[in-house]
C-alpha cells in the first residue's frame, strides 16, 4: 500500500563527494533530500526519467564514476558489494539516497522515457499506482526529478513562460 511519497532532484551536485568545493554551498540540498527520504518506510519505489521503461530491481549495484567519482551505490544492502551496471542518475540518486537516508530499505526503481505522451502517461502513472496499491506492505514513493530550468531569460535554454 502506498504511505508516503518524497519528491527529491536528481542533481548530482548534491552529494558531498561529487560537489567537490561546493559541497558547502549544496548541505542545504543535501539535508532536505536525505530528510524526505527519511519520511519514507523500508520498502521504496522510485520513479524517474531515463532512456527507456524499465524497471530496475533492488539488487542493482552502480557508481558515480560517470560523474567524477567512483562512488558505489546499490538499491538494497543485500547487493552493496555487488558488480557496478551502468545506472541512469535517476537510480544512481535513489541508490545513494536509500544509502545514506535508510540503509536497511529497498528500493525497486522505475524508469520511464520523458517523451510519452499525456495520455501515456497518465496510463503509467495508473498502472503504477494499482501495484502500489496491491502491495500488502507500506510502501513509499520516492520521486527524482527535477524542475524547469528555462524560468529566466539567462537559463540555459532561454527563458519559456509555460514552464
Known amino acids: 500500500m502506498l504511505s508516503a511519497v518524497a519528491l527529491v532532484p536528481s542533481a548530482p551536485v548534491m552529494i558531498a563527494e561529487l560537489a567537490g568545493a561546493a559541497a558547502t554551498e549544496t548541505a ?32 542493482a549495484v552502480g557508481t558515480f564514476a560517470g560523474y567524477g567519482v567512483d562512488l558505489p551505490v546499490a538499491l538494497s544492502a543485500a547487493a552493496l558489494g ?37 495520455e501515456a502517461a497518465v496510463a503509467l502513472g495508473r498502472r503504477l499506482r494499482a501495484d502500489l496499491d496491491a502491495f500488502d506492505e507500506p510502501t513509499g514513493v520516492l520521486v527524482v526529478a527535477d524542475g524547469a530550468n528555462t524560468l529566466t531569460p539567462a537559463a540555459p535554454g532561454g527563458y519559456d513562460p509555460d514552464a
Open 28 to 59: 542545504d540540498l543535501r539535508v532536505a533530500a536525505v530528510s524526505a527520504a527519511r519520511g519514507l518506510p523500508p520498502r521504496w519505489v522510485g520513479v524517474g526519467v531515463a532512456s527507456e521503461d524499465a524497471v530496475v530491481s533492488p539488487d
Open 82 to 118: 555487488g558488480q557496478p551496471a551502468r545506472l541512469p542518475l535517476c537510480v544512481l540518486v535513489t541508490a545513494w539516497l536509500r544509502g545514506t537516508a535508510n540503509p536497511a530499505a529497498s528500493a525497486e526503481m522505475h524508469t520511464y522515457r520523458g517523451d510519452h505522451p499525456a
